[in-house]
């Protein structure tokens, strides 16, 4: 598996000169490893510790990206590319949930009132044929998702 480069957050508590350490570590004797490995996370938590303790400073929103920084699908698409290939495929199994839920959902917003009060009483039966689609793996990992994001409702 390819590693990917440094996340936003890492560029903000460590540098290159961190970078440089961590590079040489596998180099070093097993004691001057042990050390520096300690090292180099002390001084990132510390780095970390100033930017959350400056209540005038607004640095980790540099973080957020566009407008709507909790949008639950853009962050499992960040986060993918961490990921192993079992996590990817449970990523894009949220993926495609999330996506059936907005369709959903914006079919519910376009429907005529009218047919709404005839809808409610069927969407707990279409949310169980969704799930009958799932194989018992599939339908574990979606619960096991469900409880990791409980509200999707706001989520784009």
């Known amino acids: ?75 499992l698409t960040a986060i993918k590319q961490y990921c192993t290939e079992k996590e990817k495929e449970i990523i894009d199994l949220i993926s495609n949930f999330l996506s059936a839920y907005q369709m959903y959902h914006a079919y519910q917003e376009l429907m005529p009132q009218e047919e709404k009060s005839n809808e409610k009483k069927e969407s707990l039966s279409m949310a169980d044929t969704l799930k009958g689609m799932l194989t018992p793996e599939q339908q574990n990992m979606l619960g096991t998702c469900m409880k990791l994001f409980p509200s999707t409702s706001n989520s784009t």
């Open 1 to 75: 598996m390819e590693i990917p480069g440094l996340t936003p957050f890492d560029h903000m508590v460590s540098d290159n000169q961190l970078q440089i350490i961590k590079a040489a570590i596998p180099y070093l004797s097993s004691r001057e490893q042990q050390f520096f490995s300690v090292y180099v996370k002390y001084i990132e938590l510390e780095h970390t510790l100033k930017l959350v303790s400056d209540s005038n400073s607004n640095v980790l929103s540099s973080c957020s990206i566009g407008e709507n920084p909790h949008s639950t699908s853009d962050m």
